[in-house]
């Protein structure tokens, strides 16, 4: 939980299958609502790739019409769409994730959570083709609690307390 709202994490797995769900909550419309739930299967004997099925949600209430890196319409204001894609990672713990949607837009992302800068400082940053990013700074006070502070292109600023579980 954040001054801006409220970002979480969920997921159900073994060592080859996963299922999984994230969101973005705003603290009203302008600030957005986004969901994401997959299902998938990691592959190889290091499980290095990762292909996955699910459904997006994005609603934010905005006029903008954006258009992403590939000239793709990029609409928030009310996107539910099922997705489809391939998640690899790469040295340094990076994850590059390619996937198109149900309307036939493709969408990469390159992200890193969880990258130890002392003991018990954590940094993450994140950025897509849908021109949305974000970065943040987690400091841990013990194994369930830790003050945190990020910034998303599309939630702003926030501070507050993250929960691990």
């Known amino acids: ?27 009203n ?8 739930t997959m299902f998938g299967r990691y592959f190889g ?5 990762y292909a996955y099925a699910g459904f997006d949600y994005h609603y934010k209430k905005t006029n903008e019409q954006e258009k992403n890196l590939f000239g ?21 713990l990076f994850v590059v994730d390619a996937r198109i949607d149900g ?6 992302q390159l992200g890193r959570e969880d990258i130890a800068l ?6 993450s940053i994140t950025g897509n083709t849908d021109k949305e990013y974000s970065t943040g700074l987690r ?4 194994k369930n609690f830790s003050f945190s502070s990020h910034y998303d292109s599309d939630m702003g600023l926030g501070a507050g307390l993250t929960l691990t579980y």
């Open 118 to 123: 002392t003991s018990r400082l954590r940094f």
């Open 72 to 92: 793709q319409l990029s609409s928030k204001n009310n996107r539910h769409t099922v997705v489809a894609g391939l998640a690899y990672t790469l040295p340094l």
């Open 29 to 36: 419309n302008t600030r957005g609502y986004e969901s994401e």
């Open 45 to 49: 004997r290091m499980q290095w790739l």
């Open 139 to 142: 400091y841990i006070v013990n």
């Open 1 to 27: 939980m954040e001054t801006n709202g409220s970002d979480g994490n969920a997921a159900l797995a073994n060592t080859r299958w996963k299922f999984s769900t994230m969101w973005h909550l705003g603290i």
């Open 103 to 108: 309307n036939g837009k493709l969408r990469f």
